[in-house]
C-alpha cells in the first residue's frame, strides 16, 4: 500500500485531455512539494513535472502539474499515442523522514 | 551529458550482500544529493535511501533501515549501495538517480539504466 494513492488505471482517446489524481496526508503533499514521473515501456522514468507545476526543460506544455491541499493533480492535453505510460507521482514525507512515491497509473491512449 | 551507470547487480542467496556502485558524469557531483530508488518486477518505483551531496545526511526508506547503507566517493564522482541480510522481497531493478538539490529530495532530474539484483535460493 503506497503513502500517496493513485488510481491504477486511466484511459483517452487522441486529442482528450486526461487527468490523474495524487492523494496523500499533511505530512507529506500537505506540507511539500509534488513531482511527476512518466515511465515510458522497458525505459527509466523520466521527470515530467517539479516543484508541483514546473516543467523541465523539453517537457512540452502539454503537461501540467497542480496542487490542492493534500492532493496533486497532473493534467495531459491533446493526448498523443506516445503518452502511453505509467505515471507516478512523488513527495518528501516529514514524518517518514522519506521519499513517497504513489503506486502509479497506467495510462492506456484508445 | 549527464550520465549515470550502476553496476554490482547479480544473484545472491537470502541473508547475502551485495554492493552496488554507480558511475556520475557530466556534472559536479558534489553539488547534488544522490538517490537509490528500486523497482521489482512488474510494480512500482520504491524509493530506497538519499544522500545529501557532502555526505553528511542520509535517509532510508523503513523496508531497508539498518539492512543497506547508502555512501559517496566525491573524489570518484561514485555513488554505493551495501546491502546486507537480503531478503528475496529486496529483488528488483535499483536505479541511481540524481536530486535537482544539494541537501534533500527536491525530485529526481536524471536517472541510469538500472542493475538488476535478485534474492533466490
Known amino acids: 500500500q503506497s503513502v500517496l494513492t493513485q488510481p491504477p488505471s486511466a484511459s483517452g482517446t487522441p486529442g482528450q485531455r486526461v487527468t490523474i489524481s495524487c492523494s496523500g496526508s499533511?505530512?507529506?503533499?500537505?506540507?511539500?512539494?509534488v513531482y511527476w514521473y512518466q515511465q515510458l515501456p522497458g525505459t527509466a522514468p523520466k521527470l515530467l513535472i517539479y516543484?508541483?507545476?514546473q516543467r523541465p526543460s523539453g517537457v512540452p506544455d502539454r503537461f501540467s502539474g497542480s496542487k490542492s491541499g493534500t492532493s496533486a493533480s497532473l493534467a495531459i492535453s491533446g493526448l498523443r499515442s506516445e503518452d502511453e505510460a505509467d505515471y507516478y507521482c512523488a513527495a518528501w514525507d516529514d514524518s517518514l523522514s522519506a521519499c513517497v512515491f504513489g503506486g502509479g497509473t497506467k495510462l492506456t491512449v484508445l | 551529458e549527464v550520465q549515470l551507470v550502476e553496476s554490482g547487480g547479480g544473484v545472491v542467496q537470502p541473508g547475502g550482500s551485495l554492493r552496488l556502485s554507480c558511475a556520475a558524469s557530466?556534472?559536479?557531483?558534489?553539488?547534488?544529493?544522490m538517490h537509490w530508488v528500486r523497482q521489482a518486477p512488474g510494480k512500482g518505483l520504491e524509493w530506497v535511501s538519499l544522500i545529501s551531496g557532502d555526505g553528511g545526511s542520509t535517509y532510508y526508506a523503513d523496508s531497508v533501515k539498518g539492512r543497506f547503507t547508502i555512501s559517496r566517493d566525491n573524489s570518484k564522482n561514485s555513488l554505493y549501495l551495501q546491502m546486507n541480510s537480503l531478503r528475496t522481497e529486496d529483488t528488483a531493478l535499483y536505479y541511481c538517480?540524481?536530486?535537482?538539490?544539494?541537501?534533500?529530495?527536491?525530485?529526481?532530474?536524471?536517472w541510469g539504466q538500472g542493475t538488476l539484483v535478485t534474492v533466490s535460493s
Open positions: 538517480a540524481k536530486d535537482r538539490g544539494w541537501l534533500q529530495f527536491d525530485g529526481v532530474d536524471y
Open positions: 499533511s505530512s507529506n503533499i500537505g506540507s511539500n512539494y
Open positions: 516543484r508541483n507545476n
Open positions: 557530466g556534472f559536479t557531483f558534489d553539488d547534488y544529493a
